[in-house]
């Protein structure tokens, strides 16, 4: 059974999370048992046709007890794994809708009460969620619009409060674009430092690891050459999407390869491609010498390279440019004692670390948390 906040995505999170079982080998199907949005029974009947589950509803009943009692007795003779129910959005202050929801749930006594969060909210969200808490007895969370420039800090903050589990984060507006939540990944992106966990994760998918063994330890050493450098640039070339590569990069590489891929969404991947296909050229001029090196490349090797690749001098510097990204992000990965799978452990944090971790962080996002005592004890309800 769904339940959530007015505006949070909670329909739109109900057929990602159809879909998502669905993919896994589930027999899954939805119920509406929304009757108080205008337009909810049609919004989740299109999106059940779109990711191919069944749906029941009944447009002209205003009755949500009565509706998810049917469709739940309906799809449980038919023999289906997951039914998932959405009810109708509301707030604190909705005092009718919330014993409607109560309702619901003494009636057709799920197995799982979700409760789903707008990450925009920030630190707002700690009355609400507590609100529903005391109502019904929320077993899981999910945190949506985690794809725009919130980091749901303050959020996630306020739902561990709840001791409710975060079990999925929506990352964009698509039914493919909800993960499982993953603590490690999770404070990665929060620092500014992408996903790092997922992307040794895609590079050991890509063999990367019996490619260039040396690769991850020199990142993580904060001994990075140009070579390195070549071989990730290989695996964003080979990865398919170079969008989804850049979203797990860390926030100053991210930037700048985001930047590179240019404004036009539609053609970022052939922009970024051809961007990188140039890097490569220049680097494929360069000596071993050059190659092995951790250092910046001077103002002559920079012309030579110019001349010998027949790029201009400008991408010379951007490679360059990237080369000390890189081995500015892996230095971070040494001080703050990430390992090469990409984990940082919550429990191994002690004051220094967290003083750094807090210089690395987005400030909005550190004052969305409450500031380092906010951090701390997010990090503590992580650990548990």
């Known amino acids: 059974m769904f339940v959530g906040l007015q505006g ?3 329909t739109t999170t109900v057929a990602k999370y159809a879909n998502f079982y669905k993919k896994k080998g589930f027999k899954c199907a939805v119920v509406c048992a929304d009757t108080f949005r205008a337009g909810a029974f049609s919004q989740l009947q299109q999106n059940a046709a779109k990711v191919r ?7 002209e009943n205003k009755d949500p007890v009565a509706i998810a009692l049917a469709g739940v007795r309906m799809f449980t003779e038919e023999g289906f794994d997951l039914i998932i129910v959405d009810t109708s959005g509301r707030h604190m202050q909705d005092t ?4 409607e929801m109560k309702q619901v749930a003494d009636a057709i006594h799920p197995n799982d009460i979700v409760f789903v969060m707008d990450s925009s909210i920030g630190q707002a969200a700690h009355d609400q969620a507590l609100a ?3 109502k019904v007895n929320i077993t899981s969370v999910v945190v949506t619009k985690l794809d725009g420039h919130a980091k749901g800090g303050g959020a996630l903050s306020a739902v561990a409060a709840t001791q409710s589990p975060i079990v999925f984060l929506g ?3 698509g039914f493919d674009q909800m993960e499982l939540f993953n603590t490690h990944s999770f404070i ?3 620092l500014g430092m992408g996903d790092v966990q ?3 994760a895609k590079m050991e998918e890509m063999d990367l690891e019996k490619k260039h063994p040396e690769l991850i330890q020199n990142l993580t050493e904060g001994r990075f050459t140009y070579k390195d450098l070549r071989s990730v640039l290989e695996t964003f070339m080979q990865a398919g999407s170079l969008t989804q590569m850049m979203d797990m990069m860390p926030g100053p590489v991210g930037k700048f390869f985001h930047d590179m891929q240019g404004g036009d969404a539609a053609n970022a991947d052939r922009e970024g491609f051809l961007r990188l296909k140039g890097f490569m050229t220049i680097m494929d001029s360069m000596t071993e010498e050059e190659l092995n090196s951790v250092k910046p490349l001077t103002a002559t090797r920079v012309s030579r390279l110019a001349r010998g690749s027949g790029q201009h001098s400008r991408m010379v510097q951007a490679l360059i440019e990237a080369h000390k990204l890189f081995s ?6 040494k001080g703050l004692g990430i390992n090469p799978a990409g984990d940082i452990n919550p429990r191994n944090l002690n004051p220094q670390t967290m003083r750094k971790m807090m210089s690395m962080m987005p400030q909005q996002a550190l004052k969305q948390m409450g500031g380092m005592g906010g951090m701390q004890n997010m990090l503590k309800q992580m650990a548990s």
């Open 8 to 10: 949070s995505g909670k």
């Open 53 to 59: 589950v069944p749906f029941y509803g009944e447009q």
């Open 96 to 99: 009718e809708l919330f014993e």
């Open 132 to 134: 529903f808490r005391q």
């Open 171 to 173: 990352v964009g507006e």
């Open 188 to 190: 990665s992106r929060l």
């Open 198 to 200: 997922g992307l040794v």
């Open 328 to 333: 500015r992000f892996g230095s971070q990965l």
